[in-house]
């Protein structure tokens, strides 16, 4: 399908845009092209419910996340090393 807005005579209002990144459950960023990164509906409904918390208990949240992406980060490289050092050579 070949419309308009495709051959750029015509360009969505930022209120089209807005609902089409709602029905496609993209963000505004991800549809016009500015990032490639695609968030994940429910790890942003947690970031928001994290911006809600007191700022005490956000520190708190943060600490853990911080503790465990630290340990994970760990583990998946000192896995990843030592699957390469077992593979035979070329």
Do not use: W
């Given at each position: 399908m070949d419309t308009s807005v495709e051959r750029e005579e015509v360009?969505?209002?930022?209120?089209m845009?807005?609902?089409l990144a709602q029905a496609l459950e993209?963000?505004?960023?991800?549809?016009?092209?500015?990032t490639d990164i695609l968030l994940d509906k429910n790890i942003v409904?947690?970031?928001l419910d994290i911006?809600?918390?007191k700022e005490s208990d956000r520190q708190h949240v943060f600490a853990l996340l911080d503790a465990f992406l630290k340990l994970s980060c760990k583990a998946f490289y000192k896995t990843k090393s030592s699957k390469s050092q077992t593979l035979p050579a070329e």
């Amino acid at each position: 399908m070949d419309t308009s807005v495709e051959r750029e005579e015509v360009k969505p209002s930022i209120e089209m845009a807005t609902q089409l990144a709602q029905a496609l459950e993209v963000s505004l960023d991800y549809l016009v092209g500015s990032t490639d990164i695609l968030l994940d509906k429910n790890i942003v409904s947690k970031i928001l419910d994290i911006q809600k918390l007191k700022e005490s208990d956000r520190q708190h949240v943060f600490a853990l996340l911080d503790a465990f992406l630290k340990l994970s980060c760990k583990a998946f490289y000192k896995t990843k090393s030592s699957k390469s050092q077992t593979l035979p050579a070329e």
